[in-house]
């Protein structure tokens, strides 16, 4: 199998700098779409056959348009009946697996192929038992217009991220019931699936990870503590196949991989992030990226349900999906005002109104004038979809529980607060009394063991399964100092006055004046900051392999990770619970739009942070930020992006064993 050299290398410092998501989107459509057609082929269409892994490979990085302008009139699913089109060439795009290799066969053997021409491409490498089972069929072989490995087993997810689509990754990873064969075989995927990254970027990563750490030396390494040393190991197997089967593999490194587990950051998937796009999918439940919402039904009749994309390609939501939504809010409104205030029909409905008009009447004005339509379209789903946002927040007392969340985490509020908030505060959800003490557990483990912990739910009154997850914030593990066991006994009238608050973050420098409820950073910001610096401990994060001679170092210049000037704030209609201090936050940049294509800055060496058992999108976020402060094009890779209510959901599943009120003893 040869890899295809059909475009210059993509890595490192080539003129035409390209950014990850867009060489994914060109390989598949140009090295595999385009190149695929036969010399003497007289039709100009294609078939387009996949199975159900690359077709989520494909849809997450091309629209069906980009598709058919490549040539392809029909999309086929190579496990279902199909019709015979004996003059049009097929595309395979398929998993190297024994039963995408038989299907195939079956259909272009005999006498009678359902295809004129077959051009194979595989997601990733193809062992050599399946190479010769194709060869053996001799009736096969002179319809093989191409047989190759595109080596293209991932799902970008945005400009700067992407997944495994190993959604079960927590659970078999981090079980109670330690199953290291379920475990090893799930690891096995995800690095073949992490390799096929470098080999469609044609980059040579320097490999570290998290290592294993025990408490001391008397303590058994587990299954837990190895699982990013294994996926590095896994990953390094397979990029060593790639520098002896890829023609021009870089033999060198060019870039950066930092591999984690969940275990590194126990807050980040449970603490509320208050930007829009994380509060979407948190407080509105959406399925992925689709939005379902109601539009005005042009014949007069009841409002229509339609599903949109919230994605890249929409201007507005580029520049909010990373904003805070107090900010978010104000923006959209300050869209609105602007359009009213260039539009003369609209200024003429706006003057029969007296005084200041809200946003939402604002958007009934503008959806009045139908030649505007498809401008506004966007701007009113957003508009409709903050004010959703907003509603919860005021409706759920959200206010106040991200103040607490957000002061346990600096260390400016501790065990006592929490128990005078639960007292006082009947009324707020049990999930998020749960989120509280999740994140309580994740900074103060000793707190949950035998009765401590066993009371303080019973003050939540949480169920029996939310009990189950916060004792299993323990199998994500904490730092060793978090992990002190106290002898003191405990009750709910207990006094902690004597006791010190703990911190899980310290305030950052430089960034002491931010958005209010926006204190808090995932702990890859640190480490990514650390990283760029050369000051990333190799003790606690070794390298699979040592750096080339030829490698340069993270440059220490200033000018590299210099803070950019703060932008200024509006203060015109924020709330007093959100109002900024300062703004170098990565929330409020208005040159977003400006960054989305960066062929005219010089990028450094890309960064890719890879963390098993599902990434945040705080921490997509911080990539995003930091990719704009360093000039680095910083990747986020993960098993799968989760969301705290599925985060709780798998923490839930990980015992088998449920605690109950009965075993409470007071």
Same mark, same amino acid.
């Given at each position: 199998m040869s890899f295809s050299d059909s475009e210059s290398s993509y890595g490192g410092f080539a003129a035409d700098y390209k950014k990850f998501k867009q060489i994914t989107r060109d390989r598949l459509l140009h090295e595999m779409l385009r190149s695929a057609k036969a010399k003497d082929s007289k039709s100009t269409w294609k078939v387009l056959i996949m199975d159900k892994l690359t077709v989520k490979i494909m849809s997450c990085a091309c629209k069906m348009a980009d598709i058919t302008q490549e040539g392809v009139s029909l999309v086929e699913d190579i496990y279902r009946r199909r019709q015979p089109l004996r003059n049009m060439d097929a595309i395979y795009f398929i998993q190297p697996s024994k039963e995408n290799v038989v299907m195939f066969l079956s259909d272009m053997s005999g006498k009678t192929p359902l295809y004129k021409k077959a051009f194979v491409f595989f997601s990733s490498?193809?062992? /050599?038992?399946?190479?010769?089972? #194709? /060869?053996?069929?001799?009736?096969?072989?002179?319809? #093989?217009?191409?047989?190759?490995?595109? &080596?293209?087993?991932?799902?970008? #997810?945005?400009?700067q991220g992407f997944i495994t689509d190993n959604d079960k990754a927590l659970e078999d990873l981090f079980g109670d019931e330690e199953n290291c064969r379920k475990g090893d075989a799930c690891l096995n995927v995800m690095a073949t699936r992490v390799a096929t990254i470098f080999a469609s970027l044609r980059e040579f990563p320097l490999v570290r990870y998290r290592a294993a750490k025990s408490l001391d030396a008397t303590t058994m390494t587990t299954f837990r503590d190895l699982i990013p040393t294994k996926l590095a190991a896994g990953v390094w197997n397979s990029l060593m196949k790639y520098k002896q089967t890829i023609e021009n593999f870089p033999k060198t490194e060019t870039c950066d991989l930092l591999i984690l587990d969940r275990s590194v950051d126990q807050i980040a998937p449970i603490i509320h992030e208050w930007t829009y796009d994380a509060m979407i999918h948190d407080l509105l439940s959406i399925e992925g990226n689709k939005y379902v919402h109601e539009v005005p039904n042009k014949e007069g009749g009841p409002p229509e349900k339609k599903?949109?994309?919230?994605?890249?390609?929409?201007?507005?939501?580029?520049?909010?999906?990373? @904003?805070? #939504? @107090?900010d978010a809010s104000e923006r959209l409104h300050e869209k609105m005002t602007n359009f009213v205030s260039k539009n003369k029909a609209a200024q003429l409905q706006s003057s029969r109104s007296s005084g200041e008009l809200s946003t939402r009447e604002l958007q009934k004005m503008v959806q009045a004038l139908p030649q505007f339509s498809e401008q506004i379209d966007k701007l009113s789903l957003h508009v409709e979809i903050a004010g959703k946002i907003n509603r919860a927040i005021r409706e759920m007392g959200l206010r106040e529980v991200g103040q607490l969340e957000q002061d346990l985490v600096f260390g400016d509020s501790g065990m006592k607060d929490v128990i005078k908030f639960l007292s006082a505060k009947e009324d707020v959800s049990g999930e998020n009394k749960l989120r509280l003490l999740m994140i309580l557990a994740a900074i103060y483990p000793e707190k949950f063991e035998s009765e401590k912990g066993l009371n303080l739910m019973k003050l939540a009154k949480l169920r029996p399964d939310d009990m189950n997850a916060v004792n299993n914030m323990r199998l994500l593990g904490g730092a060793p100092e978090m992990k002190k066991s106290s002898s003191s006994s405990f009750s709910l009238k207990f006094d902690i006055h004597h006791k010190k608050k703990r911190a899980a973050r310290k305030e950052r420098a430089g960034e002491e004046s931010t958005w209010q409820l926006s204190r808090f950073y995932p702990i890859i910001e640190d480490l990514i900051d650390k990283l760029c610096k050369g000051q990333l401990s190799k003790d606690d994060y070794p390298c699979m392999n040592d750096p080339s001679p030829t490698f340069h170092a993270p440059s220490h210049s200033a000018s590299a990770l210099e803070v950019p000037a703060p932008h200024s704030m509006?203060?015109?209609?924020?709330?007093?619970?959100?109002?900024?201090? &300062?703004s170098d936050d990565g929330y409020s940049s208005d040159s977003v739009l400006r960054h989305a294509s960066s062929s005219d800055l010089k990028m450094g060496r890309r960064l890719f942070i890879f963390i098993v058992g599902g990434a945040t999108r705080s921490e997509l976020r911080v990539c995003h930020k930091l990719s704009d402060k360093l000039h680095r094009e910083i990747v986020l890779g993960s098993s799968s992006i989760i969301e705290p209510t599925q985060f709780i959901k798998k923490l839930q599943s990980l015992t088998v064993d449920e605690l109950s009120i009965d075993d409470l003893e007071i």
């Open positions: 490498p193809v062992s /050599k038992e399946l190479v010769a089972h #194709i /060869k053996r069929d001799t009736t096969v072989l002179p319809r #093989i217009g191409a047989l190759r490995e595109m &080596n293209l087993e991932y799902f970008t #997810i945005d400009s599903e949109v994309l919230l994605e890249e390609h929409d201007p507005v939501w580029l520049e909010l999906r990373h @904003a805070h #939504i @107090a509006r203060s015109r209609r924020t709330p007093t619970w959100a109002r900024p201090r &300062n």
